[in-house]
């Protein structure tokens, strides 16, 4: 009897001690997090790889590797991730499934709406029967499927503002589809997108501090046309300003020598009322 409740008390001990670890261990969100799902067939509780959707987790090893950390569940998991989302708060997550972990995907998706937590891409892979209704609060969706239909497309509803995309991929079957490369290359395509996006809207953001110096030297460039004969441009400002174009080169700015990004992208030939308009501060002729 006495072994008995030992043994009971060092498991209990066991499992509190694995749940403060896993509790310690807990990293902080991120902006933008994944939650990947496997499809039906999924017996990685008995042994890892033992699924024939382990594409999906190469696949959320790629994602973290691009700064993206990903989760990989089971299809039956739904309310699992539901629970890590809510407990985390990222500001936007990207959920992809393959399978029956497609369906799982969808249905997470709609859990979500209302939260506060957008849904920035879903990705489904050869989701069962002929078709599926994107949720409304998925910014954009990318469906590939290989038998139509036996794996069906996404339908985009009636008012939803996001992006649907179907496509087709050849050379696959079922049970490589999580595999292909076509599938892989199009989540790590939106990651790198909204990455260079976001470093783009933060550099003009207002919140972005910049010192006294570095927005004299713009101004004086904007002043002079410097940054024009940097392109090796040759028009005058006052030239430029008599035809209404703001002073700026017409090509991306050279803006290494200001000490600022240099890719961030600056409209071609546009009238200086644009600029102000946009909130730019530029000097008065």
Do not use: C
Not at 54 to 59: A, E, P, Q, V
Not at 73 to 80: H, M, P
Not at 92 to 121: D, E, F, Q
């Amino acid at each position: 009897m006495e072994g008995h409740v030992y043994r009971v008390a060092l498991a209990l001990a066991a499992q509190l001690a694995a749940l403060l670890i896993s509790l310690v261990s807990i990293s902080p969100a991120q902006a933008l997090e994944a939650y990947l799902f496997r499809g039906a067939g999924d017996f990685s509780f008995i042994g890892k790889g033992l699924t024939f959707s382990n594409g999906m987790d190469r696949l959320g090893e790629e994602l973290t590797a691009a700064g993206v950390p990903a989760t990989v569940y089971r299809w039956e998991a739904v309310d699992w991730a539901y629970r890590d989302i809510m407990k985390r708060k990222p500001d936007a997550v990207m959920i992809m499934g393959h399978s029956m972990g497609a369906l799982a995907t969808i249905t997470l998706a709609n859990k979500l709406k209302g939260t506060g937590i957008r849904v920035a891409y879903i990705g489904t892979i050869d989701i069962p029967g002929p078709a599926a209704i994107t949720p409304s609060n998925v910014e954009v969706a990318e469906n590939y499927y290989h038998a139509f239909p036996v794996f069906g497309q996404l339908a985009k509803p009636k008012g939803h503002a996001g992006t649907v995309h179907n496509e087709l991929v050849w050379g696959q079957i079922h049970i490589t589809m999580d595999k292909s490369k076509v599938v892989h290359n199009a989540a790590l395509n939106f990651v790198s997108r909204n990455r260079d996006a976001a470093q783009t809207m933060q550099a003009y953001s207002p919140d972005t501090p910049q010192s006294p110096d570095v927005l004299a030297q713009v101004d004086a460039a904007l002043t002079t046309g410097a940054t024009a004969q940097a392109q090796g441009e040759a028009a005058p400002a006052a030239e430029m300003e008599a035809s209404g174009e703001a002073i700026s080169s017409h090509q991306p700015m050279q803006l290494a020598a200001l000490g600022l990004p240099a890719n961030i992208p600056v409209p071609t030939r546009a009238p200086r009322a644009a600029y102000q308009a946009e909130g730019f501060a530029l000097p008065v002729q």
